[in-house]
């Protein structure tokens, strides 16, 4: 079994739409919770992060920390076409990241 | 400062052959990491310097595998008698110690075993 598990997608919606991506993972000592997007042929950039339950809004964006049910999710709202993208969850209990193996998303105009 | 910069972009190269990347991490970071992502999967982890010291390496690091940082600066990825196994996207990172949750990435370099 996957340390992290995501959801590989591929998600097609239409311009404006709100956007689900989740990851679920197993390794308890998972202290950090990172989003990062991935164009084509781009490295990952990161997005947010947050290291505790609940949510973290930045601007279209919300990360969402469920550590009881191992649980993460990101939300982006009012969704746009520049939003199409690989999302990749990635988590930590120290130095190293350990991605899901991300989620690609389309936003149609 | 331009961020992390990797040369070169695309490698092909004929199997059994060997091949060294290089990594130019954004200066003031002192850990540098690399990640291997093959098509359709996130990136794996590999290793990690704090300066010039290897702090960590994954298991995928075989024996073919070597990763230097002479002088904590700048960083390289020797792969001797490369497999096709071996074709991937090698991404490096960099990032301050204290604020490691914070990588920045670099554009990797897309390596192809024929």
């Known amino acids: 079994q996957k340390e992290v598990e995501q959801d590989p997608g591929p998600l097609s919606v239409p311009e404006g739409a709100i956007v689900s991506l989740n990851c679920t993972y197993s390794?308890?000592?998972?202290?950090?919770f990172m989003w990062y997007r991935q164009y084509s042929r781009k490295g990952p950039e990161l997005l947010m992060y947050?290291?505790?339950?609940g949510n973290k809004e930045d601007g279209r964006f919300t990360a969402q920390v469920d550590k009881s049910s191992k649980y993460i999710s990101l939300f982006i709202r009012d969704s746009q076409p520049s939003d199409s993208a690989t999302y990749l969850c990635?988590?930590?209990?120290?130095?190293?990241?350990?991605f899901g193996e991300g989620t690609q998303l389309t936003v149609n105009p | 400062d331009t961020g992390v910069s990797q040369d070169p972009r695309h490698k092909i190269t004929k199997r059994g052959q060997n091949v060294t990347f290089r990594c130019d991490p954004i200066?003031?970071?002192?850990?540098l990491y690399w990640y291997r992502q093959t098509l359709g999967q996130g990136p794996e982890f590999l290793t990690y310097?704090?300066?010039?010291?290897?702090?960590?390496k994954s298991r995928l690091l075989s024996d073919r595998f070597s990763a230097e940082r002479p002088k904590g600066s700048f960083s390289t990825l020797e792969i001797q008698r490369t497999e096709q196994g071996d074709s991937a996207m090698y991404l490096c990172?960099?990032?301050?110690?204290?604020?490691?949750?914070?990588?920045?990435f670099g554009q990797g370099t897309r390596l192809t075993v024929v």
């Open positions: 990635a988590m930590s209990s120290g130095s190293r990241l350990t």
């Open positions: 990172a960099s990032s301050f110690a204290g604020g490691w949750v914070e990588a920045f």
């Open positions: 390794n308890s000592a998972f202290q950090y």
């Open positions: 200066s003031e970071h002192n850990r």
């Open positions: 947050t290291y505790s339950s």
């Open positions: 310097f704090q300066n010039e010291a290897q702090l960590e």
